[in-house]
C-alpha cells in the first residue's frame, strides 16, 4: 500500500512498532494471568485480586480497569484461564 503522503513512509501494520510494543505488553499481561491462573485455585479473589494488582505493578505495565482486574480474578480464583487474544489461547 502506498502512503498519498510522500512525507510518510509506507509501513505496514505488521511493521508498526507500537504494534509490536503492545503484542509484547499483551503477552506480558497474559504471562502475569497465566501464573495467576496456576496460583489462585481456592484462594479469595480478594487476595487473587491483590497479587493481580501487584503483578502488573511490578512488570512496569499500566493499571488495568478494576472491572477486568476484578474478573480475572474471580475466573482465577475458580481456577479458570483467561486469554486476553486468540493468538495465546491453548491448543
Known sequence: MTSPD???PDQSLAEDDTQ???LRAKERLQAIVDDLARYSPGRS???VQQ???AAIADDGLPEQPARWVEAVSID???GRRTVLDARF???
Open 6 to 8: 510522500p512525507e510518510v
Open 51 to 53: 497479587r493481580l494488582v
Open 76 to 78: 482465577a480464583a475458580a
Open 20 to 22: 509490536a510494543e503492545t
Open 45 to 47: 479473589a480478594h487476595e
Open 89 to 91: 489461547a491453548e491448543d
